[in-house]
Nanobody
């Protein structure tokens, strides 16, 4: 089992920045990919960003949704078992609940069904 806990959400003005954190515990050595997804009110949950691990240790490859590429950055800290999502130049349309997820089979994926474990989510609200 892998437990994921997100933090760092909040209210920010358009153009501002936030950094989300996802702390993993349990069988973290089994995770191959970590992803961030988001769900806006009345919309389906969608992919935001993902990062892969080589041999389950080193975060290397990253992938982003087109809507956030160039503004968001995903990174990982093995020593802390934590993945981050740095969000810059935030827009009102970025308002959503952001979820962290872990995949124990694939090294990177943008598909929600591929992810085995999910956090409880953290709210991000961007005011105009």
């Amino acid at each position: 089992q892998v437990q994921l806990v997100e933090s760092g959400g909040g209210l920010v003005q358009a153009g501002g920045s936030l950094r989300l954190s996802c702390a993993a515990s349990g069988r973290t050595f089994s995770t191959l990919a970590m992803g961030w997804f988001r769900q806006a009110p009345g919309k389906e949950r969608e992919f935001v960003a993902a990062i892969s691990r080589s041999g389950g240790r080193t975060y290397i490859h990253t992938y982003y949704a087109a809507s956030v590429r160039g503004r968001f950055r995903i990174s990982g800290d093995n020593a802390k078992n934590t993945v981050y999502l740095q969000m810059n130049s935030l827009k009102p349309e970025d308002t959503a609940v952001y979820y962290c997820a872990a995949d124990t089979v694939r090294e990177i994926s943008v598909q929600q069904p591929d992810y085995d474990y999910w956090g409880q989510g953290t709210q991000v609200t961007v005011s105009s």
